[in-house]
């Protein structure tokens, strides 16, 4: 071998070692790099808390570039409560855990310089004791003095923060939040507003409850930006987005999903349910739920010998829940089988313009009791992005 085909060679081979970004495949939602992360689900047990559920989660940089993001936390009637900046060195991953948050009111440093931007944003600063309790009462269902003694979450009647987690690539540090998606400028075409379209966030997640032995984990939601992407698409934050101007994947309205009620799986299998509900939620009365809650669905159970039935009731009416097979809304006759779960829901109000299709994210847990838990997500039947068209 001649020393200039040797030294072709050898930069073929680091080029082969260089990451690449990873291209947009829309209508394929897989956990490969992306814009945004949604965490689909959240708990944690403000009165146990050193044996009851918490959630964890990571965020990874899964390019050598550094990157900022913006973490949100969202009520279970989708009202946005808490926001705060990240920055990501190269190939960088945070960890947090949700009841840090919830009962110390810390998250953990971003590691290495974050820009100019950042300045006063990173670090986050601790939350006071009156903001902890405000949040807590905003994600139980109690009215929060954050919203002058409103409502932002549905009272379960149980001292457990719900909701859900958006997590989304940042070009520079902001206040705003997705919502702000036209007056605060947080969406622009092409990522051009404070939200990046770069693909390089990786996510996944973690219930964990010591005192049930119990421990579940999965990728988070990884929604791709593709700047091809705009008002003709079922996009992510589309509600928020009324030209679709966050050029983020939709997801799914279809699930079909097996469960168990029994044998090994003693402690039988829940139902992770994010919906989307199609319209911008404010803090409310604390005596009803608001606009456009309970949502609505379909549900068909089939055991294993191919027998069906449509269920009565309305097991999923709030943007984000863990409900139990078999409970009040699930009640299979079946202990065996598997679901087919249609989450089209026509909203009074909607600022989706695609009724009455609608986007979801499901995940089945299957759990002994004491003894071991799996958790996976659900079978994706079809997908939102190109409202009435085939996925390209």
Known sequence: MTRAHFLG???????????????????????????TLLLPYFEVDLANPTSGVTTLFAVTNALPTDTLAKVTLWT?????TYSFNIHLTGFDVMTFNLRDLFLNGTVPGSQGTPPASCAGAIPVPPLTAAEITSLQNAHSGQPASQFGGLCGGANLGASVARGYVTIDALNFCTSAVPSNCGSGGYFGAGGTGAASNSNQLLGDYFYVNIGQAFAQGNPMVHIEADDTLGASNYTFYRRYCPGGEDQREGLISQFGTRYLSGGVFSGGTELIVWRDSKRTIAPFNCSFLPAPFPLTSSVTAFDEQENQVVLSGNPFPFETQRVQVGNLGLATPFNFGWLRLSMDAAVVGSQVPFEPLTQNWMVAVMSANNVFSVGFDAFQLDNVTFPGAACP
């Open 9 to 35: 060679s050898v930069a073929v081979f680091l080029a082969l070692l260089s990451p690449l970004p990873v291209p947009a495949t829309t209508c394929a939602l897989d956990p490969t790099p992306a814009a």
């Open 76 to 80: 279970d009637l989708s009202v946005a």
